[in-house]
């Protein structure tokens, strides 16, 4: 039987894959693997069905976003670098949020702290609202808040 509960994309961009090997002095030990075990534990918890996913390609997350709006899923996106410049991205980004889907941006760091380029993103203007610099909790502060706009 088809589930009824919210459903909700966690969209990750490039080098998230890389997590546990790439600079984890910022980005920790843990993997994209481990978040994607993590992410459905909180969603199950939270009453949202939950799935995250990776990709270092712009076209293949932009058809993610497209998904999500067609499919009715809210989004939990962290763009990584495609935040700072990818107005492909934005734009899709920004038809989950015309359609009345939510969508938090969301980061690892706190791009506000470290070096300038990354003090702009081109998602925040149009997200829901923004979770940065806790690390894995990020995400998990972002579904909560899913959960409580929805009401799950
Ligand atoms: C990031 C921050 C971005 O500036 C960076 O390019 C990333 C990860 C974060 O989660 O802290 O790849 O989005």
């Given at each position: 039987?088809?589930?009824?509960?919210?459903?909700?994309?966690?969209?990750n961009?490039?080098?998230?894959?890389?997590?546990?090997v790439?600079?984890?002095?910022?980005?920790?030990?843990?993997?994209m693997?481990?978040?994607?075990?993590?992410?459905?534990?909180?969603?199950?918890?939270?009453?949202?069905?939950?799935e995250?996913?990776?990709?270092?390609?712009?076209?293949?997350?932009?058809?993610?976003?497209?998904?999500?709006?067609?499919?009715?899923?809210?989004?939990?996106?962290?763009?990584?670098?495609?935040?700072?410049?990818?107005?492909a991205?934005?734009d899709?980004?920004?038809?989950?949020?015309?359609?009345?889907?939510?969508?938090?941006?969301?980061?690892l760091?706190?791009?506000?702290t470290r070096?300038?380029?990354?003090?702009?993103?081109?998602?925040?203007?149009?997200?829901?609202?923004?979770?940065?610099?806790?690390?894995?909790?990020?995400?998990?502060?972002?579904?909560?808040?899913?959960?409580?706009?929805?009401?799950?």
């Amino acid at each position: 039987m088809a589930s009824a509960l919210p459903r909700v994309l966690v969209l990750n961009g490039p080098n998230l894959g890389r997590l546990g090997v790439r600079e984890p002095e910022i980005y920790g030990h843990a993997s994209m693997a481990d978040l994607e075990i993590a992410a459905a534990r909180w969603g199950a918890e939270l009453g949202l069905e939950v799935e995250a996913r990776q990709t270092d390609g712009e076209s293949e997350i932009v058809g993610w976003l497209h998904e999500a709006v067609d499919a009715g899923a809210h989004v939990v996106l962290n763009p990584a670098a495609f935040t700072h410049y990818s107005y492909a991205l934005r734009d899709a980004a920004a038809q989950v949020t015309t359609a009345d889907l939510l969508l938090v941006e969301v980061h690892l760091s706190n791009p506000a702290t470290r070096e300038s380029f990354r003090h702009y993103s081109v998602v925040a203007g149009i997200a829901t609202g923004t979770v940065a610099g806790f690390g894995f909790d990020s995400y998990r502060l972002a579904l909560s808040a899913i959960a409580g706009k929805l009401g799950a």
